[in-house]
């Protein structure tokens, strides 16, 4: 199923790798279209947020505390997305891709939290 989403250019596809380089050599094998090939992103395990203490920390769910989360969320561009932007060929482009990322954050930020219906 997630082959014939990429091939039809409509699905999204996470592809870490450890090494120094992802391994995407039998996606050649396939003869994917151009598009296919860049609905398949990339990154680096390192990229994944690890836990930084084995405490909780104390998190301000006032209106306020959520709309500075979510500005800084807005602001801390990974490098995944930078690579992205760095491959985009005009700055309307690029302005869409960040308009898009920033109307995503915001709307998860919004959501509300399982850990936090009473």
């Known amino acids: 199923m ?22 995407m050599d039998a996606m050649t ?21 690890t836990s930084r203490s084995s405490e909780y920390e104390e998190v301000d769910d006032s209106e306020e ?4 989360r979510t500005q800084k969320m807005i602001e801390d561009v990974p490098i995944f997305a930078q690579e992205r932007l760095a491959t985009m060929k005009t700055v309307e482009e690029r302005e869409a891709y960040m308009a898009r990322r920033e109307a995503r954050i915001k709307r998860q930020c919004e959501k509300v939290q399982s850990a936090t219906v009473s």
């Open 2 to 23: 997630i082959i014939l989403r990429i091939a039809l250019g409509d699905g999204r596809v996470l592809a870490p790798y450890a090494g120094s380089h992802p391994a």
């Open 29 to 49: 094998k396939f003869n994917f279209s151009d598009e296919a090939h860049r609905n398949v992103h990339t990154f680096h395990t390192s990229e994944i947020a």
């Open 65 to 68: 505390g959520k709309q500075i």
